[in-house]
């Protein structure tokens, strides 16, 4: 009888290891272009750099007195929106704190907002860019100005429900992009 339990017993000692764990969910390695970037030519009193992944800007919209411009992604399935307004002696103020109340809507979902200070002296452009982490509808928006005649406003949008993880690779590339526009704007004489 001895001989019969203790292998049995040793088997089932041995059988009885650690609780089997599931996987953990894998993610689509996604891998964008190198971004090459031209000058855009739109009716606008501003100039920037676009990157050639995005559909060419076809129409300037006006609403009032904001006119908007769409840089589009279909690859990406995400849509830079940008808004130009003139400034006046007398709506600075309240143009910045719209293009900042913007972005606090999103404080819900987001798990943190960062803020990035952009100045270039030379171009006559100053700015902010904000980086919205989380689930929140807009992964980044920033603002630019002169201060003086020109207020330039951008988010970018994905045309898909926000889920951080599975944007975060084309939500850091378009990143790259609002940068890139930000450090290229050229005000128009």
Same mark, same amino acid.
């Given at each position: 009888?001895k001989? /019969? &339990?203790?292998?049995l017993?040793?088997?089932?000692?041995?059988?009885?290891?650690?609780?089997p764990?599931? %996987?953990?969910?894998?993610?689509l390695? =996604?891998?964008?272009? +190198?971004?090459? @970037?031209?000058k855009?030519?739109?009716p606008?009193?501003?100039?920037f750099?676009?990157n050639?992944?995005?559909?060419?800007?076809? !129409? /300037?919209k006006?609403?009032?007195?904001t006119k908007?411009? +769409? /840089? !589009?992604?279909?690859?990406? %399935?995400?849509?830079?929106?940008?808004?130009? %307004?003139?400034v006046?002696?007398?709506? =600075?103020?309240?143009?910045?704190?719209?293009?900042?109340?913007?972005?606090? !809507?999103?404080?819900? %979902?987001?798990?943190?907002?960062?803020?990035?200070?952009? +100045?270039?002296?030379?171009?006559?452009v100053?700015?902010?860019? @904000?980086? &919205?982490?989380?689930?929140?509808?807009?992964?980044s928006?920033? @603002? &630019?100005?002169?201060?003086i005649?020109?207020?330039?406003?951008g988010s970018? #949008?994905f #045309?898909?429900?926000?889920? #951080?993880?599975s944007?975060?690779?084309a939500?850091?590339?378009?990143?790259?992009?609002? !940068?890139?526009?930000?450090?290229?704007?050229?005000?128009?004489?």
């Amino acid at each position: 009888m001895k001989r /019969v &339990v203790f292998p049995l017993l040793s088997l089932f000692m041995i059988g009885c290891g650690n609780d089997p764990l599931p %996987k953990p969910k894998g993610y689509l390695r =996604l891998d964008y272009p +190198e971004a090459k @970037y031209q000058k855009t030519d739109i009716p606008l009193p501003f100039t920037f750099e676009q990157n050639n992944l995005s559909d060419p800007i076809r !129409k /300037v919209k006006s609403l009032g007195s904001t006119k908007g411009i +769409e /840089v !589009k992604y279909p690859k990406l %399935k995400a849509t830079i929106y940008l808004n130009y %307004k003139t400034v006046t002696s007398t709506n =600075l103020d309240s143009l910045l704190r719209d293009a900042q109340n913007l972005t606090q !809507k999103h404080t819900m %979902k987001a798990d943190e907002i960062s803020q990035n200070l952009y +100045e270039n002296i030379e171009q006559n452009v100053f700015g902010m860019l @904000y980086e &919205v982490g989380g689930n929140a509808a807009s992964q980044s928006q920033f @603002y &630019v100005t002169d201060s003086i005649n020109h207020f330039l406003s951008g988010s970018l #949008y994905f #045309y898909a429900k926000p889920n #951080y993880d599975s944007i975060y690779p084309a939500s850091e590339y378009l990143k790259n992009d609002i !940068k890139r526009i930000m450090e290229s704007i050229e005000w128009k004489k």
